[in-house]
Structures are given as structure tokens and as C-alpha cells.
Nanobody, 126 residues
Framework: VQLQASGGGLVQAGGSLRLSCAVS????????MAWFRQAPRKGREFVAA???????YYAGSAEGRFTISRENAENTVYLEMTALNPEDTAVYYC?????????????????????WGQGTLVTVSS
């Protein structure tokens, strides 16, 4: 499975961005998908996840501002981010797993995902 993230950039506080993650090498609908992020000098943290049937999960910091979605016809998962603030500055990574048990057990943990994109940088200026 190959993941290609894109869509990062520089945005002012209060602005919006949409990240994309193109998936290849596996039937897209058989994967659980997630977004993580890593801010400077911090560990990687969970942002949002999307289960096979479409159920979504969000970190508290993302709830109400970010939306994860997938377009099966395009083999792409999206992260729509609104009301961005400087604390959202980070490299954003998309991740995937084909293990339903791993996803159900620990979807918030990066160790549950076997496939990772290269990351896309989001910088929010104040």
C-alpha cells in the first residue's frame, strides 16, 4: 500500500485547508484510514480516523473543526481543516491499516497503522 499526502501549506489563523491522501496498491475500501500530526519538538499525535463503514473519530483538538472523509471512486481520503490556529502547525501524516482488530482496539495509536504517507507540512501564522 502506498500513501501520498498533499495539500499542506501556509495559512493565516482562522483559515482553512484541505489535505488529501491518495491510496494505491490495495482495495481502498478494505482499509481503515487516519490522520496524525507531529508538531516541532513533539511526538506524533492522533487527529482523526475513518472506519470502513464510514464512522469517524476525532481528537478533542480536532472535534468540530476538522472533518475526515473518503472518496472511494478516487481512492482518496481527505482532512478538511477549518478555524486553524498556530497550535495546528505540524507535519500531517495519513496512515492506513487493513487490520480491523487493530483499528477497533487502538485506532488512536500510531502503532495500529502499517502504512504511512510521507507527510505534508501545515503552517498556521498568527
Amino acid at each position: 500500500v502506498q500513501l501520498q499526502a498533499s495539500g499542506g501549506g501556509l495559512v493565516q489563523a482562522g483559515g482553512s485547508l484541505r489535505l488529501s491522501c491518495a491510496v494505491s496498491g490495495r482495495t481502498f475500501s478494505s482499509l481503515g484510514m487516519a490522520w496524525f500530526r507531529q508538531a516541532p519538538r513533539k511526538g506524533r499525535e492522533f487527529v482523526a480516523a475513518l472506519r470502513w463503514g464510514g464512522v469517524t473519530y476525532y481528537a478533542g483538538s480536532a472535534e468540530g473543526r476538522f472533518t475526515i472523509s473518503r472518496e472511494n471512486a478516487e481512492n482518496t481520503v481527505y482532512l478538511e481543516m477549518t478555524a486553524l490556529n498556530p497550535e495546528d502547525t505540524a507535519v500531517y501524516y495519513c496512515a492506513a491499516t487493513d487490520s480491523l482488530s487493530d483499528f477497533n482496539t487502538a485506532k488512536f495509536s500510531e502503532t495500529s497503522y502499517d502504512y504511512w504517507g510521507q507527510g505534508t507540512l501545515v503552517t498556521v501564522s498568527s
